[in-house]
């Protein structure tokens, strides 16, 4: 399974979530698979899906997940100590881990080699830390939906491999926007 | 304690409701008084770039977010405050202790503090400059600009104002 065909696995699941998707073809696969408002697609700063996630948990009531990927986790990593630190009950980070940069091209990130994202977040005090393969992540991620007590880490292992797509052709302050909307907060669109 | 006691009730007078830091002996007392705070939210947090991560979550669900840091943690940040908070054109207020002015007794300091001014320049932030307790005053107005025009901001406080304190 590949990141196309998990994120299509989980279409129905996430659908009325509140959805921060990493940079580059996550958010563009997104995008294809099922294009919503209160999807927010980040179109820089890659790192930071796991934070802007978390930032937003901290302040609405309902569920945010955060979909980030290997590479971009191992770039923010201190970030993992404090969702394990501050995370709320409403927080569920999901980790698509292919081992590769894929939207570089497919380069290896060290979790192809020694690294464990898995040890790294207990080890940083993240609860409720899954490993899981990619056909066993949509059922792991509605538990954790379900779940109002607990935050979330889902490390979905999966095979490397991208599908030909477009970038994003929505402005940053259209996502923005409609994102907010989603929520409440804009009442001018 | 009064200076530090000023800046955090014009910060919220100018409608900051949402607080980080990653630590400096010159903002210490002001993240005492945000511990002890119970009308706003408050975390120290690692690193300021994953701070303006958690900034822009915030901004997203509706807070008025501020990151407490020295001047280096601009450095840490450009790529997330350009490609992100000013990307999507989110506010965001910058209170900066301005580690390397006058005063400073680590001379290391004065690297950062020698180009700090020309980044926030090159990256079009607005500056207020903070040297005597009288320019704390402009602070509120200055916090609810940021909301205004949508755009990260940054109040810099110079090392002898808050040597001090």
């Known amino acids: ?189 | 304690m009064k200076i530090s006691q000023k800046i955090i009730t014009n910060l919220k007078e100018g409608g900051a409701d949402f607080f980080l830091s990653v630590p400096c002996k010159l903002l210490a007392n002001m993240i005492t008084i945000l511990e002890n705070d119970k009308d706003i939210y408050y975390s120290a947090i690692p690193r300021e770039e994953e701070g303006m991560g958690i900034c822009a979550g915030a901004y997203l669900g509706n807070k008025l977010p501020c990151i407490m840091m020295q001047n280096t943690g601009i450095g840490n940040s450009v790529n997330s405050i350009v490609s992100l908070l000013q990307l999507y054109q989110m506010p965001v207020v910058f209170l900066i202790s301005y580690r390397g002015t006058p005063g400073e007794p680590v001379g290391a300091q004065g690297g950062m503090a020698s180009v700090t001014e020309d980044i926030l320049n090159t990256l079009r932030i607005p500056m207020l400059h903070c040297n005597t307790e009288d320019d704390l005053d402009k602070i509120t107005t200055f916090t609810n600009h940021a909301k205004v025009i949508e755009s990260p901001v940054a109040i810099l406080c110079n090392f002898n104002l808050m040597k001090d304190d």
């Open chain 1, 1 to 189: 399974m590949n990141r196309f065909e998990l994120l299509n696995l989980l279409k129905e699941t996430i659908q009325d979530e509140l959805v921060i998707c990493n940079i580059g073809l996550p958010s563009q696969e997104l995008y294809k698979i099922n294009d919503r408002p209160n999807y927010f697609y980040m179109l820089g700063s890659m790192g930071l899906a796991s934070s802007i996630g978390l930032g937003l948990s901290l302040t609405v009531d309902k569920n945010v997940i955060s979909i980030d990927g290997d590479g971009s986790v191992l770039m923010n990593m201190n970030t993992l100590a404090t969702i394990g630190n501050r995370a709320p009950s409403n927080y569920t980070l999901l980790i698509v881990d292919n081992g590769s940069y894929g939207s570089t091209g497919d380069q290896k990130t060290f979790t192809n080699e020694r690294t464990s994202l898995k040890e790294v977040a207990i080890g940083a005090g993240c609860k409720n830390v899954i490993e899981c393969s990619g056909e066993e992540t949509d059922g792991n991620l509605k538990k954790a939906l379900a779940d109002k007590d607990n935050s979330y880490v889902i490390i979905s292992k999966i095979q490397s491999g991208n599908v030909p797509i477009k970038p994003i052709p929505l402005n940053a302050v259209t996502i923005r926007d409609r994102f907010r909307k989603s929520i409440g907060l804009v009442s001018y669109l």
